[in-house]
């Protein structure tokens, strides 16, 4: 009886331990990828490669279909070029950069579901008999074109067979928008960046995003930040004896003693937006209102940027984001707000009124199709949040009539929309 | 300063000769059927933080772990050995200075309030165990480039071993190791404090 007492007591204590789940990102060292004969490819030729792959191999874990997707990011004078892929199963994606060695295509990159923490290594090729001749040479991807090679878990070198064929061009016949929440994911699903980061908008496009949600108040000394909770947090933060909300604090001593999760600081909108601007391929930004106290300064920098952006020739959307009433009455304080680009999130008249560029009702409110449809017929786009459930992406894209869709895994988003006949 | 040293041993030297003399002493256990009381106690001493220090590691900075932990709790003693009470008091978690890039010097305070519910069980007369739940009010205070008070609630618990030498029927002066933890910020301190305990109604 004691035995079995102590043996109990035992096992709780190891159950009640805290596990740290990780899923860090596998080394991507590839000698013949990092070889000096292999030379990086354009964003050009990884657009040529972009369609929909079918798995000839590797479906096991990853499913039949894969659409691959070409994006980049902009650090510094330097522009890097990624292809993104993807998958059916589990909701996973394979990130990859790509080098021509010879007259072949190198794909080196890594893989990770978003339902758990597995991630690996995987090593691709398109030869030049697969069709790498023809890409490198300008034409586009055609069924002749086969991806081949191997993928492992975790750090092992990999040796797994995967094979992809493509079959077909990647779905844009509707206009839809792939909304990341949080800037690109948020920091309790593991992802290499923390929420609400900068180095997050830059991750945003690699995980299948066209667009971001981002949740914005306001400082002590009134500088708009990015930050979701209402306080200071372990949740999202590193450990510094700081506790409360944001607003209880300048922007200087943000900056000085808050890193996030991952090291990051907490950025500023301006940061974010700048970021999207200069660093991503992204088109449209929408900023979460947390507090109305925000609402006058996000609309002078939403002007500002917005001309920036225009400036450049550049597509970008910046719409301020109206949760509640209380945000609401803030923003009819704002000159002209019938013509200030703004979200509601609440009720369709009210999205009427404010002359709303887009409806955003919940996801749990139903597909409501009738009420997209009179929004549509007033020339407004409706998205809806925050839909992370597989069968409910595909039945939201298959029944619904939303012009896009936030979630917290835009690759599942991307998966379902653009792997559709 | 003279006269309160002078005060203070005597009242301690009348304590003893209460404990000595006294027909009945100070016990956590009930002596008799349908006796309650409630009993007060002071705590008063030094807390060692042994959380996780969690400070920004960018920054030069010097932590400091030791600091006050005053408490007082209110225990209704039935005539059964568990006792049921609340605790409350004042603590620091802990303090760190630290100087920026350009020299710029600043300090954090993590200070707290417990409010707890407390379940104790005199195991003997002397000695007792606590295990209590409840929340706490954080408070950080932050002295840089300006000044800055805030507060957060956070759930939290404790636990503590004390021992109790009786001074009279009602008195007893007693030592207690306590651990009291935030869970709102991983905060834990570790308290070994002097306790003075009273039970001050009896019936």
Redesign the interface.
Known sequence: MKQAILKATVALALLSCKRDLEAPVPSLAWEEFTSAAAVRLPGSTLQRIEGVYTLEQGTEDFGTLAPAKWSYTVNGTDTLYQLSFFLEKQSAYIICEGRRLDSSILLNGYWRRMVNTETGRIRLTIAKEAGAGSLLNGATASTSVVIAGVYGFGETVPDIPIRLRYSQPLFNATPFQILAHRCGGRTADLLPASENSVEMTKLAARFGATGIETDVQLTKDGVPVVYHDATLNERLIQKNGLVGPVKNYTYAQLYALVRLTNGEHIPTLREILTTVLYNTPLQFVWLDSKYPESIAIERQIQAEFMQKAAAMGRQLEIVIGIPGEEVMTAFKQLPNYQSVPSLVEYSPEEASAVHARVWAPDWTLGLQNEAVAAQQAQGRRVFTWTVDIPENVQRYMREGRFNGILSNFPSMTAYYYYARQ | MQDNKKFFLVSLLLLCLFQVYGQEQFSSQPTKRSQYSWVATFSGGAGYYVS?????A??SRKISNLSHVTTFRLMWFPDHLLHVGLETGHLT??T?S?R?SVNTE?V???KAIPVLIEWSMAVTKRLNLFAGSGVYF???N?D???K?????L?IGWMAAGSYIVPLSANLGLGTELKWMNAS???NGILSLQAQLVWKFLNW
């Not at chain 2, 996780?52 to 920004?56: A, D, E, L, S, V």
């Not at chain 2, 800055?148 to 957060?152: G, I, L, Q």
């Open positions: 996780n220090k969690g400070t920004p960018l920054l978690f802990y760190y630290f920026d600043g954090v305070k993590l954080l408070t950080t932050l840089y480039r300006g800055a008070t805030s507060n957060k956070s709102e910020a991983s």
